[in-house]
């Protein structure tokens, strides 16, 4: 029988959010950062296989946000053009009021790595896509 409700544990992206240096982003339409670890193939003496060494990680992702502002070029567009580009600290939180919690990661030293100059289309709801990297993750709170 308790599976009979897991349906309304499923975490809805409805009650996403993310901070941009401490800033509501409330235009958000999607979210996604990753973590891919790197590994460096290591032949032992001996063995047929190959094993993998652990190497690091490296974080990217992209926010898709409702165009309503310049906001971001405003950000990126001094960098851009002067060679000194900042970089920047998201914070992000998944908190269905139906889950057992809420889910928050820190992104540490985050670029972007587009600025959208200009994009339109006829009879379309105007959107960004960002894509961006970060040096590092921590996970401030997990639904365990």
Do not use: C
Not at 13 to 39: P, Q, R
Not at 56 to 72: E, P, R
Not at 113 to 141: H, R
Request: proline share 2%; no cysteine.
């Amino acid at each position: 029988m308790a599976n009979k409700e897991l349906h309304n544990k499923i975490i809805r992206g409805t009650y996403g959010k993310i901070w941009v240096d401490g800033e509501l982003f409330a235009h958000v339409k999607s979210f996604e950062a990753k973590a891919s670890l790197n590994y460096e193939s290591v032949d032992v003496n001996g063995k047929l296989g190959t094993y993998q060494r652990y190497t690091g990680h490296s974080v990217a992702g992209t926010i898709v946000l409702h165009k309503i502002d310049s906001g971001m070029a405003a950000r990126l567009a001094v960098g851009a053009r002067s060679g000194s580009m900042p970089e920047f600290k998201v914070v992000t939180s998944l908190a269905d009021p139906d889950s057992v919690g809420a889910e928050r990661v820190e992104l540490l030293n985050v670029t972007f790595d587009e600025l959208m100059l200009t994009k339109f289309e006829n009879k379309k709801v105007g959107e960004e896509s960002v894509p961006f990297k970060a040096a590092d993750f921590n996970f401030l709170e997990m639904i365990v």
